[in-house]
């Protein structure tokens, strides 16, 4: 098992940034998929990003050349960069794992883009 907890959340103007850091329970070198997904109010749960164990990428299109996703193996975290947010980008976002095909998530964590 592995828990999940998310940080850096908050809420940014048009155009900002924010990282989005995601801390896990144990060591991360071996887990087959770490990534984040997000959830707008009143829509379903979408995939943002992930990473595999590999460093296989992989981005919705929506946020291709906006967002980076990174893993830090020493630290057992996965992070989420986002620039240029938009507020179609306001969402609650949830760190994501899965290990030995069972799906793990944090919490969640939101965040707002609006002026």
């Known amino acids: 098992q592995v828990q999940l907890v998310e940080s850096g959340g908050g809420l940014v103007q048009p155009g900002g940034s924010l990282r989005l850091s995601c801390a896990a329970s144990r060591d991360i070198f071996r887990i087959q998929t770490l990534g984040w997904y997000r959830q707008a109010p009143g829509k379903l749960r979408e995939r943002v990003a992930t990473i595999s164990s590999g460093d296989n990428i992989s981005y919705v299109d929506v946020v291709k050349g906006r967002f980076t996703i990174s893993r830090d193996n020493a630290k057992n975290t996965v992070n989420l960069q986002m620039n240029s947010l938009k507020p179609e980008d306001t969402a609650v976002y949830y760190c994501?794992?899965?290990?030995?095909?069972?799906?793990?998530w944090g919490q969640g964590t939101q965040v707002t883009v609006s002026s």
């Open positions: 994501y794992a899965m290990m030995r095909f069972v799906s793990y």
